[in-house]
């Protein structure tokens, strides 16, 4: 009786899920950087110019906002709790901004991932 030829194709795998993955999370990083100047607190601008999303290595994506006064205006105070924001510029913006944006767009995380998965080709 022959032996059963098995046919192994967890490498072929391990690869689209991969672009899968990475796709995915490039289109999430572009969408927090959207979601994130709509809700950013400014008065000039200089602040939504500066987010930017990057991608530093396959399946690692950031969200970068480089200015000085950045994580000021994400806490709504100074590191060491003096200063507090009483008041923003903009109505409808404020603290925490950047950490919105992440979660507004990773609570449809499956969806890109399923949108991502129909565009890879395998």
């Not at 950031?62 to 510029?89: F, H, L, M, P």
């Not at 603290?95 to 890109?112: F, H």
Request: charged residues 30%.
């Amino acid at each position: 009786m022959a032996q059963p030829k098995v046919i192994d194709n967890s490498r072929r795998f391990m690869r689209v899920n991969a672009r899968v993955l990475d796709a995915a999370l490039g289109r999430m990083g572009r969408d927090i950087v959207q979601v994130t100047k709509i809700r950013i607190p400014f008065k000039s601008g200089d602040l939504q110019k500066e987010i930017e999303h990057k991608k530093v290595a396959k399946l690692v994506h950031k969200v970068i906002i480089n200015k000085e006064y950045a994580a000021y205006q994400e806490k709504g105070q100074r590191a060491d709790g003096s200063r507090v924001v009483r008041k923003y510029t903009t109505p409808g913006t404020g603290k925490n901004a950047l950490k919105d944006g992440g979660t507004t767009v990773t609570k449809d995380a499956l969806n890109y991932l399923k949108q991502a998965a129909s565009q890879v080709k395998i």
